[in-house]
């Protein structure tokens, strides 16, 4: 494929990933539900774990299948076009960006963690198993979405080492995404003030 060929494609799907990417699950299961934004409330993050602390589990797995599936049309497409892995990369990272600054949410977006999963369960299954294995155990042995979060991001660099070599680069730039939207939540870490998963049924309890 010629350059100015490759690099408009890329562009093109780019784009694209970044307007799904843009689409938050969170805000929209909750307007679909007549629920406040989870933005404005708990931990202000439109994520998984703000939903699940706020409004219960069947609304977060909601989230969690809407954000991770929303990186499969641009990145089925740059499969199916034959693009390199860089390409790929570029393609995913458009995702996270859009999920992380949603031009259609006045750029509020959430940590990226289901998108990432998403967007490496479309290009490396295994890679994202594993991290979403390392989530689920983490998250309920230390009940800390935080902890799990930026443990699987760790995690992500080094299993593509061993199972997705193609994709390395392309990971490590996924992991730093995911970490620095955390800066925040390890601070609060640091202050031992982070929210835990199971202020979740204390947050209801209180409505």
């Not at 690099?7 to 007549?34: P, S």
């Not at 969690?64 to 990369?89: M, N, R, Y």
């Not at 458009?94 to 290009?123: D, E, I, N, T």
Request: with cysteine.
């Amino acid at each position: 494929m010629p350059f100015f060929t490759l690099a408009t494609h890329v562009a093109l799907l780019t784009l694209m990933a970044f307007l799904c990417g843009a689409c938050l699950g969170a805000v929209w299961v909750c307007r679909w539900r007549g629920l406040p934004d989870p933005r404005l409330r708990g931990s202000f993050n439109p994520g998984f774990s703000n939903v699940l602390r706020l409004y219960g589990k069947r609304l977060a797995l909601a989230t969690l299948l809407f954000d991770a599936g929303k990186a499969a049309p641009a990145l089925w497409l740059a499969k199916a076009s034959g693009l390199p892995a860089w390409a790929q990369g570029v393609v995913g990272l458009g995702v996270l960006l859009g999920h992380s600054y949603p031009v259609w949410h006045r750029w509020r977006g959430g940590k990226a963690v289901a998108s990432a999963f998403g967007v490496l369960l479309m290009l490396t299954p295994t890679v994202a198993l594993l991290c979403a294995a390392c989530w689920a155990l983490l998250a309920w042995r230390v009940r800390t979405a935080a902890i799990a979060s930026l443990a699987s991001a760790l995690l992500a660099p080094l299993a593509s080492v061993w199972l997705a070599r193609d994709y390395v680069w392309v990971v490590i730039a996924f992991a730093l995404l995911v970490v620095l939207r955390h800066v925040w939540n390890i601070q609060r870490l640091g202050r031992g003030e982070e929210l835990s998963l199971q202020d979740a049924e204390f947050t209801r309890r209180e409505e």
